[in-house]
C-alpha cells in the first residue's frame, strides 16, 4: 500500500453530559501517527440530548476534518451504519470510538501496522470503567492467548479462523478497540434489529468470519467512560429497559446458532446461554407484569416472533428459579 493512508473514524453520539465527546475526539488528535496517516472523524448525532454541533472540539491538524450527520434518534447499530455509509469509498481502515471513551496515543498507529502486514480485522486492549485491564478479564485471550499483564505489551498477528471460533461463544473485543480493512470488508454493516445488545458481537462474527488474518496488540489502548451506554443502563429488575436487551440477547444467540455455530460443542454452549436467557426473561417478564404491563407486551411479542417455542418453555424456567436466583441479581 502506498500513498496517502485515509482513515475513518466513526463516532455514534448520544449524550446528556457536555464535554465527554470533546474528550473523545482530543483523544484521536492526539495519536502518535506517521506523517502518511490522514483521518476523518465523522460524528453521527442520534438525536442526543445534548447536540455534537453544541460541543467544543479540538481540532485536528493534517487530518480529514470532523463531519456531523444530524438525525433523529435510531439506536446504536443504526447509527455506526449511518456512519459506515458516509465513509468515503477510497478510505483503508475504519476506527470506532463510542463518544465516551477515549483512546491512548498509539492505538491508531499500532493497528495500522498489523493491518498493513495482512490482517483485515485488529483489536487491542484497554480499560474497562473499573480501571481494571480487560484482556485479564477476556478469557480466549488470557486462556489461548496466553496473555499476562506482566509481559511486555507486543502485537501479534493470527489466523483469522482462531478468533472467529472464539467469538462465536465470547464477545472478545470492546467496540472502541477495534479497527478493520474497510476496501476488504466495508460492505457489511450492524444488525439494526439489536437496539440495545449483541449488535457488536454479531458484527466481528460477520467480519472474521472471511479475515484470513487477525491482529491484536496487549497494550492497553484505551479507556471507557462513564456516559450513557444503552446497554449498561439496561440491567435491574424493575427497568422495561431489561427485558429489552434480553429479547436482543436472545435474537443474538439464536442468529449466532443458525448462521455461526458450526460444532456440537458450539452449539451446546450457546443452547446454554439461551436457556439462562430464557429463564431471565420469564422472571423478569412475571415480576413486571403489573408493574410495566406495555413493556411486558412489546417485550413479550418481539421475543415471540424471535423464538415461537418461548414460552412452551416457560414451565420449566420457573422450575429453574431457585437454581438462578443468584444470577438474577445482575438482570
Known sequence: MGGILKLAVVIPFYQRQPGLLGTAVASIAAQRLRDDVTITVIIVDDGSPVSAASEALPDLPGAGGVRIIARSNGGVASARNAGLDAVAADTDYVAFLDSDDRWLPDHL????????????????????????????????????????????????????????????TECVPHTS???????????????????????DHLFWLTLTRSAALVGY?????GARGFGISINRDAFGWDKPESLERLVDEIGLYTKIRRNFASTADQRAAIDAKLAQDHDHFVFLALRNCTRNPGAVARAVGRASRIDAALWRRAPASLLRLRTHRASFRTV
Open 217 to 221: 496488540h496487549t497494550g492497553l489502548m
Open 109 to 168: 498507529q499500532n493497528g495500522v501496522d498489523l493491518l498493513r502486514q495482512g490482517a483485515s480485522f485488529y483489536f487491542d486492549n484497554g480499560y474497562d470503567t473499573q480501571g481494571r485491564d480487560r484482556f485479564t478479564r477476556t478469557p480466549f485471550i488470557r486462556d489461548h492467548m496466553g496473555y499476562a499483564p506482566e509481559q511486555p505489551p507486543c502485537g501479534r498477528v493470527f489466523e483469522g479462523r482462531r478468533l472467529f471460533a472464539a467469538l462465536v
Open 177 to 199: 478497540q477495534v479497527i478493520y480493512d474497510f476496501q476488504a470488508l466495508g460492505h457489511h454493516r450492524f444488525d439494526e434489529s439489536l437496539r440495545i445488545a449483541g449488535e
